[in-house]
T-cell receptor, first 111, second 117 residues
Framework: DAKTTQPPSMDCAEGRAANLPCNHS???????VYWYRQIHSQGPQYIIHGLKNNETNEMASLIITEDRKSSTLILPHATLRDTAVYYCIVRVGGSSYKLIFGSGTRLLVRP | KAGVTQTPRYLIKTRGQQVTLSCSPI?????VSWYQQTPGQGLQFLFEYFSETQRNKGNFPGRFSGRQFSNSRSEMNVSTLELGDSALYLCASSLVGQGAGVNSPLHFGNGTRLTVT
C-alpha cells in the first residue's frame, strides 16, 4: 500500500472550513483513499473514502486531484468536537483488510 | 445497531502473565481486525479474521495470537507479557469479504487499555 504524508498539526477557527491535505504520490490505480479520525481515548472513526471522484457525505468532503497524487479532506463548518487526529490512508480494495496508519494530522479547532 | 464492543475497557497485568481480550463486531460483520496503538509506534495492524480464518497478519511476535468464533466474535491473546505490550488494543469490524462490502470502512471499538507492570 502507498505511503501518505500529512502535516503534523493544523488549526482552524470554529465555524470555518478545515482543509486537511494529504500527499500520496505513489498511489496506484486500484488504491482507495480513506480518512479516519481519532478523538482522544476513542477508537478511530471512519469519515469518508474515494477512488478518483470527489466524494461528499454528512461529515465531510473529499477532493482528490486529477492525478490522484494528493487529496484534501474538507470539514465545511468545523466545531470544537472536530478536534482530533486525522489519518489519511490508502489501501487496495479487496478481500483482506489491513490499514497502515501514519502519524496523522492533529487538528485543533479554536473557539 | 450496536457498535463494536470490546471488553474489558481497562486491564492491568504483571510481566510474564498472559491476557485475553474480547471483541464483539457489529451484527452482520464477519471481518474482525485487531490493532495495537502506542505513543511511540502509533497504530499498528496485528491480524484480521474472516469466517474463523486468519486472512492477514502484521509483524508481531508469536506471543500475539487471535481467534474468531462462528458467531464472528473474536479474542486476542498475548502470552508472556512484556512492559512494551502496554498499549491500547483496538478491534474493528467490516463487511469486507462479503460481496458488496469490498471497500466497506472499518468500524472501530473504543479499545482495551492494557497496562503491564
Amino acid at each position: 500500500d502507498a505511503k501518505t504524508t500529512q502535516p503534523p498539526s493544523m488549526d482552524c477557527a470554529e465555524g470555518r472550513a478545515a482543509n486537511l491535505p494529504c500527499n500520496h504520490s505513489t498511489i496506484s490505480g486500484n488504491e482507495y483513499v480513506y480518512w479516519y479520525r481519532q478523538i482522544h481515548s476513542q477508537g478511530p472513526q471512519y469519515i469518508i473514502h474515494g477512488l478518483k471522484n470527489n466524494e461528499t457525505n454528512e461529515m465531510a468532503s473529499l477532493i482528490i486531484t486529477e492525478d490522484r497524487k494528493s487529496s484534501t479532506l474538507i470539514l465545511p463548518h468545523a466545531t470544537l468536537r472536530d478536534t482530533a487526529v486525522y489519518y489519511c490512508i490508502v489501501r487496495v480494495g479487496g478481500s483482506s483488510y489491513k490499514l497502515i496508519f501514519g502519524s496523522g494530522t492533529r487538528l485543533l479547532v479554536r473557539p | 445497531k450496536a457498535g463494536v464492543t470490546q471488553t474489558p475497557r481497562y486491564l492491568i497485568k504483571t510481566r510474564g502473565q498472559q491476557v485475553t481480550l474480547s471483541c464483539s463486531p457489529i451484527s452482520g460483520h464477519r471481518s474482525v481486525s485487531w490493532y495495537q496503538q502506542t505513543p511511540g509506534q502509533g497504530l499498528q495492524f496485528l491480524f484480521e479474521y474472516f469466517s474463523e480464518t486468519q486472512r492477514n497478519k502484521g509483524n508481531f511476535p508469536g506471543r500475539f495470537s487471535g481467534r474468531q468464533f462462528s458467531n464472528s466474535r473474536s479474542e486476542m491473546n498475548v502470552s508472556t507479557l512484556e512492559l512494551g505490550d502496554s498499549a491500547l488494543y483496538l478491534c474493528a469490524s467490516s463487511l469486507v469479504g462479503q460481496g458488496a462490502g469490498v471497500n466497506s470502512p472499518l468500524h472501530f471499538g473504543n479499545g482495551t487499555r492494557l497496562t503491564v507492570t
